[in-house]
C-alpha cells in the first residue's frame, strides 16, 4: 500500500488543476437547499421519507463527523439519488467553538454554517425526531433519542473507525475498521466526479486527525490512499503550488493547509472552563448488570488541550465539572487532557468526577462506581499515577461525590483507546 501512495504521490505532480471545476454542481449548491427540503417534508408530516446522515453524539461535533456526515448525504442524493441530509448534532450558537471546522467549511464554500446546515436547534420542537432512516458515520450505534417513542426507526448504513459496538448487524454497507479519520473510509465511496469543495473538506478532516499525514502519527495507508484520491480534485489543485513531493505530507499546499487547521483547533485562548469542556465532547450510555436494578449510566468524556493547571485549578474543575454534568445529566464526567510541556514533551492528564444524580428514578451506588473506575484505570496500560501537585478543592464524600486527577503516562491512548476501556469497567 505504501508504494502505492507514493505512486499516487507522483501522478499528483502532473495532474491538470484546470479541470478540477469540471465536475457535478458546488457543494454549497446542495447543502442549503437540501436543509430547506428536508424542513418543508417534516412540516408536511414527510419527514420519513428522507435519510438523516449524522456523526457521533458530541456537543460540538469534529470536523471528520461533519465532513462524513455532508459526503455520505451527498452521495445518497446525488449519486444514488435518495432523499437525504447531512445533520450536525450541535446546536446552532456553538459552531464558533471549533475555529478549525468553520476554516474547513469556509474553503469548501459554506460561510454561514449555522444557517446553511441542518443542526440540533433547527428540530429541536420536533419530537418524536420526524425521521426514521439514518445513517451513521464516525460512530456506529444510534443514540437513544433518535429511537425513542419512534419504533420504525433503523440505520440503513454505517461507516466508522471506531470499535465495533456490535449493533446494527443488518446495515448496508457496515464498514468499521481502524483508520486515523472515518474520512478515508467515506471518500473511498465516492465516484470520481466529486465537487472540488467536498473533495477539499473530506482532505481536511482527514489531515486534522492524521496530524498532516506525518509518518510515525495516526495516519493509516487507508488515510494516505484517500488522500492521495483527494487532493487532486480537491481546490488545491487549482492552486499555482506544486502538487509533487516525496510523500503527501510534504506538498507544499497540503503541508500549508494540515498546518493552518492545527493552528485553528489548538488556539482555545478565548475559551472559558465551560466552553473547554464542551468543544470536544462525546457521551455515552451504558446499564451497568453489576449496579443493583442496572441503572441507566451517562458518562461523558471531554478531550480539552491545555493542561489542568492551566484552565481548571482554584476549584474550577469541580465548579464547572459538576454544573457541566447537571446539565447533561452525567454520573461520570473524564476530562483528558493533552498538551506539551515547555521542552515540547507530549503529555496527557485525566481527571475523573463520580457523583450522584439528583432526581433520578433509580439511584447509582457511586462508590461502588467510583472504586470500580479507579481500580481499573490504576490497573489499566495508561499508566496513570495520581497528581500529587494539584488537589481537588473538594473532598471525597460517600454516597454523593468522588474526585480523581492522574498524569497519564502513556501519552499515546486517546480517548478513541480510553472509550473502550471506560465501557469495559463499567457495563
Not at 414527510?46 to 446522515?53: F, M, S
Not at 442524493?77 to 445533520?87: A, R
Not at 479507579?374 to 454523593?400: N, Q, V
Request: proline fraction near 5%; charged fraction near 25%.
Amino acid at each position: 500500500m505504501a508504494s502505492t501512495v507514493r505512486r499516487l504521490s507522483r501522478i499528483i505532480g502532473h495532474f491538470d488543476g484546470s479541470k478540477v471545476l469540471n465536475n457535478r454542481q458546488k457543494l454549497a449548491g446542495f447543502i442549503a437547499p437540501q436543509k430547506a427540503r428536508y424542513l418543508e417534508a417534516v412540516k408536511s408530516s414527510k419527514g420519513r421519507e428522507w435519510t438523516v446522515v449524522m456523526g457521533n453524539e458530541s456537543a460540538v461535533q469534529d470536523l471528520d463527523s461533519v465532513a462524513c456526515s455532508i459526503a455520505y448525504a451527498w452521495l445518497r442524493s446525488e449519486v444514488d439519488h435518495q432523499p437525504s441530509v447531512p445533520y450536525i448534532q450541535c446546536e446552532r450558537d456553538d459552531y464558533s467553538l471549533r475555529p478549525e471546522n468553520l476554516h474547513a467549511l469556509r474553503l469548501a464554500g459554506i460561510d454561514d454554517p449555522s444557517s446553511q446546515l441542518l443542526c440540533a436547534t433547527d428540530l429541536v420542537s420536533f419530537k418524536p425526531f420526524p425521521s426514521t432512516d439514518f445513517v451513521l458515520v464516525d460512530h456506529n450505534r444510534l443514540g437513544v433519542r433518535f429511537s425513542q417513542d419512534n419504533p420504525d426507526a433503523r440505520v440503513l448504513a454505517i461507516v466508522d473507525h471506531h470499535e465495533d459496538e456490535g449493533v446494527h448487524t443488518d446495515a448496508d454497507p457496515r464498514i468499521i475498521a481502524p483508520s486515523g479519520s472515518c474520512s478515508a473510509h467515506v471518500a473511498k465511496l465516492l465516484p470520481e466526479d466529486i465537487p472540488a469543495e467536498l473533495a477539499t473538506l473530506l482532505l481536511s478532516a482527514i489531515l486534522i486527525d492524521t496530524s498532516g499525514l506525518r509518518p510515525g502519527g495516526k495516519a493509516t495507508d487507508i488515510d494516505r490512499a484517500a488522500a492521495a484520491r483527494l487532493i487532486p480534485h480537491s481546490t488545491l489543485a487549482a492552486s499555482s503550488q506544486s502538487l509533487a513531493g516525496p510523500e503527501l505530507c510534504d506538498i507544499p499546499s497540503v503541508a500549508e493547509l494540515a498546518e493552518t487547521l492545527q493552528t485553528k483547533k489548538a488556539d482555545v485562548s478565548a475559551l472559558s472552563a465551560w466552553d473547554l469542556l464542551r468543544r470536544d465532547y462525546k457521551e455515552y450510555t451504558y446499564q451497568p448488570a453489576w449496579l443493583d436494578n442496572s441503572p441507566e449510566l451517562r458518562v461523558g468524556l471531554a478531550t480539552v488541550p491545555l493542561s489542568l493547571k492551566a484552565w481548571a485549578k482554584g476549584g474550577v474543575l469541580e465548579s464547572e465539572g459538576v454544573r457541566y454534568m447537571d446539565d447533561r445529566g452525567l454520573t461520570v464526567l473524564g476530562v483528558l487532557t493533552t498538551f506539551r510541556s515547555k521542552k515540547g514533551k507530549h503529555k496527557r492528564q485525566m481527571a475523573w468526577i463520580v457523583r450522584s444524580l439528583g432526581g433520578a428514578s433509580v439511584s447509582v451506588d457511586v462508590d461502588a462506581a467510583a472504586s470500580r473506575l479507579w481500580e481499573g484505570i490504576e490497573g489499566s496500560d495508561l499508566e496513570a499515577t495520581p497528581i500529587k501537585k494539584f488537589k481537588p478543592h473538594r473532598r471525597d464524600e460517600a454516597g454523593y461525590m468522588h474526585i480523581r486527577v492522574y498524569k497519564q503516562g502513556n501519552a499515546k491512548a486517546t480517548r478513541k483507546a480510553i472509550a473502550p476501556l471506560i465501557k469495559q469497567l463499567l457495563e
